[in-house]
């Protein structure tokens, strides 16, 4: 709920007041990412904020996606299609040439919105990254852009930050800060007013708004980092009738907003593992995505995890396992990493679940898809984002788990995924299968009559939106809008 939210919710009150609007991040680092309708590939929260402007998600408004694969690389996406691995320090000497890239995404922008609301990365004052910034002030700078500090108050220390943020900007860069917003707010706001006008008087720019801590408003997270407020909650065991959902925190863990909405159904309990001695016996197991396939697995191996999951699976006739994308490919019996992508050229063992061997390759598919589930014909919509085709030499007891209607817009038949006999194991490339009110009640339906309960009806509860509005209302009633909109037309 950082300031990629903040940026959500002004997209959204600038469209219902009238104007052409778009978002723009010229470098996201997120491991949580969308394909576009052309199969580029952008971070997910830009596209979220596209929605907002209901606008179509398109690579210009992410130009350049950073998508960690260790501590010190990552796979580097300029304008949707990977362009190449990459260790920090190589990095740093390439952004001088996507500058021009970046540039030109946002001209482009510029040319068809009335507003195009920029957001940055991290923070505007890291002294060892302003010498080759493309996203902070100097993106602001190029664009002629007001900026707006965006600080978190939640976990402490947010005036020290902007005061501290102010004193390592230059001259020039202070004068291009025209307003704060204090965000994360919990508590009775009048407390803060001593601190708020000593802020002013001290720095003499205006604090647009304090943003309250929320929680009834569904906008998907960017950060894993949010997922730790999750892994030690929930309502395990608080009620026989809940089915409980184990979601594997792999340590490279990728589009984790696949499990959102399953997140959000009333008879769902869903819980982020990282240890053996957490899984218990769940109801349903999910291994998810993650950017390195062979590293995650290598991980289940040494924790236990894949032991205890591969134990439940076989000995518990009530716990099902899903795959999806990076999962479905460690389910199978073998991965080759010939062109090592992910490894030194290994060929790893999988778990076994599944008769697949996954061959890594160099072509990452990038595609917009329809499908159908075969037991069912529930139609679903949803992406893929992968290297590597998984690939069988005998179905025997397994049947495939979806028909793929349609691949970027265009009319198209060929199967995905497998599923055993007996439903209970399942994988598939397919990411947002779950957002299809149809299809997560459906899935969720054969879970419980497995375990004998009954049967409940669809819950189409989650409508994003409406949710947009639920959030543009927040902002409009906790940010001084017509100082905003004062200091944007002085600016143009």
Known sequence: ??????????????????????PFKAQNMSLNSFVTKDGGEIGRAQANQAFACRIEPNVDINPVLIKPTSDVGAQIIVRGKPYENMQAVEYIKHKKSLKKVVRESFRSLSQKYDIVVIEGAGSPAEINLKKHDI????????????????????????????????ELLTKKEKKMVKGIIINKFRGDKSLLSPAIKFLERRLGIKVLGVVPYF?????????????????????????EKLIDVAVIKLPHISNFTDFDALEKENDVVLRYIRKPEELQSPDLIIIPGTKNTCSDLKHLKISGLAEKIVSLT?????????????????????????????????????????????????????????????????????????????KYRH???YGHL????????????????????????????????FDSDTFRRGFLNKIRQKKGWRMLPENSFFNPDKEFDKLAKLLRENINMGWLYKILMTDA
């Open 1 to 22: 709920m950082g300031k990629s939210v903040i940026v959500t919710g002004l997209c959204r009150i600038f469209l219902q007041d009238g104007y052409r609007v778009c």
């Open 135 to 166: 996203v902070n002030m100097k993106m602001a700078e190029y664009a002629g852009a007001p900026v707006i500090l965006v600080g978190d108050i939640d976990k402490g220390g947010v005036f020290a930050w902007i005061v501290g943020t102010l």
């Open 215 to 239: 929680k009834n408003i569904k906008i998907p997270e960017e950060d894993s980092v949010s997922l730790d407020e999750r892994i030690e909650g929930g309502k395990y065991g608080a009620d």
């Open 314 to 390: 076989n000995s518990h006739p009530l716990t099902f396992i899903m795959g999806i994308c990076g999962g479905y490919q460690m389910l199978g019996n073998k991965i080759s990493d010939r062109h090592r992508l992910e490894s030194n050229g290994e060929e790893i063992e999988g778990l076994g679940l599944l008769p697949i061997h996954t061959y890594l390759g160099k072509e990452k598919v990038l595609t917009q898809v329809k499908a159908k589930e075969i037991t069912s014909g529930i139609e679903i919509s949803g992406y893929e984002i992968h290297h590597g085709v998984s």
């Open 395 to 397: 179905m025997g007891k």
């Open 402 to 433: 979806f028909e793929i209607t349609e691949r970027n817009g265009k009319r198209t038949r060929y199967f995905d995924g497998l599923r055993r006999e007996d439903n209970r194991v399942l994988g598939t490339y397919i990411h947002g299968l």
